[in-house]
């Protein structure tokens, strides 16, 4: 599975975006997103399971971030509301095949190149 995802760049507080992750050759069994910043470890934001379209967030994420995949396009995408300076990261999609959905990054094999986001104040 390759991964490309797009959709970063410069947003205002309060401000929303849209991530998208593209997946090519086969549909993922397991789609994430993780986020890193500057000098912190990567963060767990969202995942869902491809087929049955189940969802898990991060501790805290679920008010602002909303993850949802398009099947026929076998994209996905972060939906970023109310964003706080906080937020600013590196922003990774991921692919997995394990059978539970997990927010661990050591359960995802396939790993896109990322997509800044900085949210300004």
């Known amino acids: 599975v390759q991964l490309q995802a797009s959709g970063g760049g410069l947003v205002q507080a309060g401000g929303s975006l849209r991530l998208s992750c593209t997946a090519s050759e086969h549909l993922p069994i397991n789609l994430a997103w993780f986020r890193q910043a500057p000098g912190k470890e990567r963060e767990f934001v969202a995942a869902?399971?491809?087929?049955?379209?189940?969802?898990i967030y991060g501790d805290s994420m679920e008010d602002r971030f909303a993850i949802s995949r398009d099947n026929f396009k076998t994209m996905a995408y972060l939906q970023v509301n109310s964003a706080k300076p906080e937020d600013t990261a590196v922003y990774y999609c991921a692919a997995g095949s394990l059978l539970d959905l997990t927010g661990s990054p050591r359960h995802y094999d396939y790993w896109g190149q990322g997509t800044q986001v900085t949210v300004s104040s």
């Open positions: 869902l399971r491809w087929v049955s379209g189940k969802i």
